[in-house]
């Protein structure tokens, strides 16, 4: 199969073809403000190379972080009003408590709050008023919102009345997108509404994105099918992407740690990704990155979806470097380390000259400068990625660290007592993270245990369900694997009850896709 | 007439709530959705006044109000704000007299914020001071039930509007019917308990807490990553260990998060290993089987790099740390105090020995 990987980032814009498990051919490309237009000359110069003819392709898979920067800048964020199921509790602390005030006038803050919810162990804190509900979906549409989040207090741990809900706005109002919070976020309620929240504001913008990567795929003459990537790694289609935009928010980093994964076919590490700005330091377990237990906070707002645990320092290539303090960064000079550095005839020290320097990089078109505490600065350097990497492990078990992206020259030989290991193509190593990823399967059900069904009976039962929603994915049933599972007793009904959650994953199979 | 001695707007409430999780002593819950309530109460324009005791007179009703369950609860159950006025109406009641202050019994930890949302919503002043100077697990560890005064009458409301008072023969006894109720409330609920008239705690309140915490908060505002040094030598504290997780061990025994954290030395204190204990809240500092600090004395940890103290639920292998020892008050080192909050009640064998602050 070829498929084409592609990483739209911040700076710039990475394509990859790959046939099966090989590396074809990779490009480059400036990042353009409609994003589709940098994405066509990466895929075009990538195609080229591979001398590969556009109907080889199979797929396309897309990484972008499109969604969460129009929510960093502000723009094209939809109205949206979030309905609350709590009354008579939740009064005391309101949606939007903590967001930054522009964003909030971005989004237009509106919401209401209704009876229900569920106590911790699944008692009703109210019955649901569904009349209340349309009223209030009613009033937040004639206060300009067209786009609805609903949650519900504890509804992670029983979820039926956030999606009666759900239901009976759609019902009677067809004309409005939903999103449901248990969805998107976990245990706690603001952060997961927030998330919920985020993702309405950004549905319209989805359908847009959507629409002109359909275009650019037309532009191109592709007609294979396109896809988008997720935070965890796995594939999700247009029609996915436009109802749960923030599902592709972290793709960058998941996708440079899946990358550094597959290129040095190492499956546990950790992987250094160094841009011109920051590091970003994440784990990989069996390939995938292991999430974040506790809130993220994503343009100034904090939320609980999942997200790969990514711990970022302001040290890059391009990191600004003061011989007065020692210090090295956060200030970069970015992208325009190519004209400012000074090995490449500018006069602005940076950390890549620090690196030519001390003799770890080669690279400009000027001779390392001539640098006082040489010696020190490397030190700080190494101490910045010392503790970084530090904070990113769990244990003092010994494993391999991955350097990607092009800063990844600043790096020694060993950081934190671990090797540094630096892959093939490891510039381009979020591309091909996005072009290796799976397609997953995940069911989430109560089931109540009886004599004849036991606990992994049912396990197995849920499993093979998860297989199923897989392959209706499009995932090739021979290769699907159990990437997680839980289960957790419910006492707060009767019977002997297991809530189980199961997530598979699977290679893409275009023949069922 | 009371002259305040701090009138509290939301930036000084955010210093407070990070004060308050220095104090938490690890422990104590996270202040964050306790300062987002109180944020809300007080809205933009409206302030809340810290007074100190000495400006009451003897015969003035004094209200403690706390939050009481489970921290994940308050996590996505929010109250619903009228548990406040029903448990001031119903001590009033009690008491046969208004409330003429709020008061925080813990200083340490989500419910040193929690009053403050009291205070914002009944027009009232809030008193200087705590009745533990930190955080602990458990109702009775407070300075009132060394100094004789009970938790009781007490009032316990929920979000749906259930309310209980208590009577009962000892602390201890209020402790385990409250906790018991608080389960059956949905895990968590808003209590007033100790009621108390200024005469009465003028030798046991732990004077001046809330200042100190909006000191400590402000000195992370002002310090970040380098505020330890400035808190241990401006507290009267010391800086007990600066170094690296390498390793957290947890274990849950009955309704306490318990475990351990080890710790190796950096800078100057390379080539050291330092292991702290805790049970909700950090007990003990060892190295080599001599103790550092044990409760009642404060161990907190805080995140070298930013000065944020570390809650025991969420520290993390890798970690680089400051470990910030901070005496405990003076009226916790008798010998029936350590009875009450001392290492041999936390299940540790050793002596207390009062931290060495050299």
């Given at each position: 199969m070829i498929r084409i990987g592609v990483d739209v980032g911040g700076t710039n814009t990475d394509a990859v073809v790959m046939r099966d498990k090989e590396f074809v051919a990779g490009a480059k490309s400036p990042t353009t403000p409609d994003v589709t237009s940098g994405a066509k000359a990466a895929i075009g110069k990538a195609l080229e190379q591979s001398g590969l003819a556009v109907d080889a392709v199979d797929a396309v898979m897309l990484g972008t972080t499109h969604f969460v920067n129009a929510l960093v800048r502000?723009?094209?964020?939809?109205?949206?009003?979030?309905?609350?199921?709590?009354?008579?509790?939740?009064?005391?602390?309101?949606?939007?408590?903590?967001?930054?005030?522009?964003?909030?006038?971005?989004?237009?803050?509106?919401?209401?709050?209704?009876?229900?919810?569920?106590?911790?162990?699944?008692?009703?804190?109210?019955p649901l008023d569904e009349a209340q509900v349309v009223q209030a979906v009613a009033e937040l549409k004639a206060e300009g919102c067209t786009e609805i989040a609903v949650s519900a207090v504890f509804s992670t741990v029983r979820g039926d009345?956030?999606?009666?809900?759900?239901?009976?706005?759609?019902?009677?109002?067809?004309?409005?997108?939903?999103?449901v919070s248990q969805q998107i976020g976990r245990i706690g309620l603001l952060e997961r509404e927030n998330a919920a929240i985020i993702n309405s504001a950004l549905r319209p913008l989805a359908v847009d994105v959507?629409?002109?990567?359909?275009?650019?795929?037309?532009?191109?003459?592709?007609?294979?099918?396109?896809?988008?990537?997720?935070?965890?790694?796995?594939?999700?289609?247009?029609?996915?992407?436009?109802?749960?935009?923030?599902?592709?928010?972290?793709?960058g980093p998941t996708n440079?740690?899946?990358?550094?994964?597959?290129l040095s076919g190492l499956e546990n590490a950790l992987v250094v990704d160094i841009g011109g700005t920051t590091a970003d330091v994440g784990e990989v377990r069996d390939g995938f990155p292991r999430l974040a237990g506790t809130s993220v906070t994503v343009a100034d707002v904090q939320t609980n979806f999942s997200m790969p645990d990514v711990v970022s320092i302001g040290l890059g290539g391009g990191s600004m470097v003061n011989t007065d303090t020692g210090k090295v960064g956060p200030d970069s000079v970015g992208l325009d380390l190519l004209t400012m550095g000074i090995v490449f005839g500018g006069d602005t020290l940076t950390a890549s000259d620090i690196a030519v320097a001390a003799g770890r990089a080669e690279m400009g078109t000027h001779p390392a400068p001539k640098v006082p505490d040489l010696d020190g600065l490397v030190a700080e350097m190494d101490r910045m990625l010392t503790d970084v990497v530090a904070r990113s492990r769990t244990s003092a078990e010994e494993m391999p660290v991955l350097a990607v992206g092009g800063g990844s020259v600043l790096m020694g030989p060993r950081v934190d007592g671990l090797e540094v290991v630096r892959p093939a193509h490891h510039d381009l190593a979020n591309a091909v993270g996005a072009a290796i990823a799976q397609v997953s399967g995940e069911v989430s059900k109560i089931v109540q245990l009886t004599d004849t069904l036991n606990r992994e009976a049912a396990i197995a039962k849920i499993t093979e369900e998860a297989n199923e929603a897989a392959v209706a994915r499009g995932a090739d049933a021979a290769t699907l694997t159990v990437l997680s599972v839980s289960d957790v007793p419910l006492a707060y009904l009767p019977g002997n009850n297991l809530a189980i959650s199961v997530t598979v994953v699977g290679d893409l199979n275009l023949e069922t896709a | 007439?009371?002259?305040?001695?701090?009138?509290?707007?939301?930036?000084a409430l955010r210093r407070i709530?990070?004060?308050?999780?220095?104090?938490?002593?690890?422990?104590?819950?996270?202040?964050?959705?306790?300062?987002?309530?109180?944020?809300?109460?007080?809205?933009?324009?409206?302030?809340?006044?810290?007074?100190?005791?000495?400006?009451?007179?003897?015969?003035?009703?004094?209200?403690?109000?706390?939050?009481?369950?489970?921290?994940?609860?308050?996590?996505?159950r929010f109250p619903s704000g009228n548990e406040i006025p029903a448990l001031v109406a119903t001590m009033e009641k009690l008491m046969g007299r208004e409330v003429s202050a709020i008061l925080c019994i813990e200083a340490g930890g989500l419910n040193s914020v929690i009053p403050f949302i009291a205070a914002a919503q009944m027009g009232l002043p809030i008193i200087d001071g705590d009745a533990m100077g930190r955080a602990f697990p458990e109702l009775q560890m407070v300075t009132f039930t060394l100094a004789g005064i009970n938790a009781t009458p007490m009032a316990m409301y929920d979000d749906k509007g259930n309310g209980a008072t208590f009577d009962t023969v000892s602390n201890q006894w209020t402790e385990r019917l409250a906790r018991a109720l608080t389960i059956e409330m949905g895990g968590a609920a808003m209590v007033g308990l100790y009621p108390v008239v200024a005469g009465d705690i003028r030798d046991c309140l732990?004077?001046?807490?809330?200042?100190?915490?909006?000191?400590?908060?402000?000195?992370?505002?002002?310090?970040?990553?380098?505020?330890?040094?400035?808190?241990?030598?401006?507290?009267?504290?010391?800086m007990l260990f600066h170094g690296r997780v390498r390793d957290v061990e947890r274990r849950l025994e009955g309704a306490f998060a318990k475990g351990s954290v080890r710790i190796e030395g950096q800078g100057d204190f390379r080539g050291r290993t330092v292991t702290l204990g805790f049970q909700n809240e950090f007990l003990s500092a060892e190295e080599d089987g001599r103790m550092l600090a044990t409760t009642p004395d404060l161990i907190t940890l805080i995140d070298a790099n930013t000065g944020a103290p570390v809650p025991t639920d969420t520290v993390k292998y890798g970690l680089s740390v400051k470990v910030l020892g901070?005496?405990?008050?003076?009226?916790?080192?008798?010998?029936?105090?350590?009875?009450?909050?001392?290492?041999?009640?936390?299940?540790?064998?050793?002596d207390y020995r009062p931290l060495d602050v050299a």
């Open positions: 502000r723009r094209d964020l939809s109205p949206t009003g979030i309905v609350r199921l709590c009354l008579p509790s939740g009064s005391s602390l309101v949606p939007f408590a903590d967001w930054p005030r522009d964003l909030v006038e971005a989004i237009g803050g509106k919401f209401r709050l209704v009876d229900g919810g569920y106590e911790m162990d699944g008692r009703e804190i109210a009345m956030e999606e009666r809900a759900a239901e009976v706005i759609r019902a009677a109002h067809p004309e409005l997108n939903v999103t959507v629409a002109a990567f359909a275009r650019m795929k037309a532009d191109l003459g592709l007609t294979c099918p396109v896809f988008f990537t997720r935070n965890d790694g796995t594939l999700i289609d247009t029609e996915e992407v436009e109802r749960l935009p923030v599902l592709t928010f972290a793709c440079s740690m899946r990358g550094a994964a597959f | 007439m009371m002259t305040p001695v701090l009138n509290v707007d939301k930036p709530a990070r004060g308050g999780a220095v104090l938490g002593s690890g422990g104590g819950g996270d202040p964050y959705i306790g300062r987002l309530m109180a944020e809300q109460e007080l809205g933009d324009d409206k302030t809340v006044s810290v007074v100190s005791l000495d400006d009451l007179p003897d015969d003035a009703l004094i209200l403690p109000i706390a939050m009481m369950g489970a921290p994940h609860v308050m996590l996505e732990i004077k001046g807490s809330l200042t100190l915490a909006h000191k400590i908060g402000d000195l992370i505002e002002t310090y970040g990553g380098q505020a330890t040094e400035t808190l241990a030598s401006s507290l009267g504290g010391t901070l005496p405990c008050d003076p009226i916790w080192r008798t010998e029936e105090a350590l009875a009450l909050v001392g290492p041999r009640y936390f299940g540790i064998d050793a």
